[in-house]
């Protein structure tokens, strides 16, 4: 079925249809728990304080709302999450070669640290950016690692804003500033679809 008979322009910008594009976009993988995730509400800003370009030089803050108007999409991953290099990078890496410059579209990764903290730690932004080829921001979100588990304060600050259920966890924000999908897993080839409809070549 097409996509766009599935859903108009005018319906992905509106928050009701979240839920909608995120079946769409789920393919037939099963949604994460409705605790999980933000859909349908406005995109919290990021608070995270290291990031690097898409070179891996240190840089300023990639900001949601400095991309108001975009599409956005975020990855959250670990570096020694397993799902994230089988799966998550490489779907990454496809939406990157065709949307990277897209002047519609903002694109980040950011290492939602939980856990590993020794592993999962800021030199492997750089080492993920560079084995995928990711000419994109990516930041390092870290919680307190000496809070105890199940402590808030040991789970980094974009895990609780976006309510991410771990890594790998995607997001994607429209350009009115609303989170219409955010999971642990994507269909890419029809956000790809999606996203080559909706914008404006």
């Not at 994460?32 to 304080?49: C, D, F, K, S």
């Not at 670990?78 to 070669?97: K, M, N, T």
């Not at 939602?112 to 592993?119: D, K, M, R, W």
């Not at 609303?178 to 070549?201: G, S």
Request: proline content about 5%.
């Amino acid at each position: 079925m097409a996509m766009t008979s599935l859903l108009s322009r005018r319906d992905l910008l509106k928050a009701g249809a979240a839920g909608a594009l995120s079946t769409v976009l789920l393919g037939s993988v099963k949604a994460a728990e409705p605790a999980r995730g933000i859909v349908g509400q406005a995109a919290p800003e990021l608070n995270i304080p290291y990031w690097v370009d898409g070179n891996g030089n240190k840089a300023a803050a990639f900001s949601v709302a400095a991309n108001r108007g975009k599409w956005v999409f975020l990855k959250c991953f670990q570096h020694w999450c397993p799902g994230c290099h089988s799966s998550g990078f490489p779907s990454l890496q496809q939406l990157v070669a065709k949307f990277g410059e897209h002047p519609q579209v903002a694109i980040a990764a950011i290492q939602t640290t939980f856990e590993g903290f020794s592993t999962n730690n800021r030199a492997a932004l750089v080492k993920n950016q560079q084995r995928y080829n990711l000419a994109i921001p990516f930041g390092h979100d870290t919680g307190d690692e000496s809070a105890p588990h199940g402590d808030s304060r040991r789970y980094p600050n974009t895990m609780l804003s976006y309510r991410t259920g771990g890594t790998p966890w995607m997001v994607l924000i429209n350009p009115e500033g609303r989170v219409v999908f955010n999971d642990f897993h994507i269909n890419m080839q029809k956000l790809i679809a999606l996203l080559e409809q909706q914008l404006i070549v």
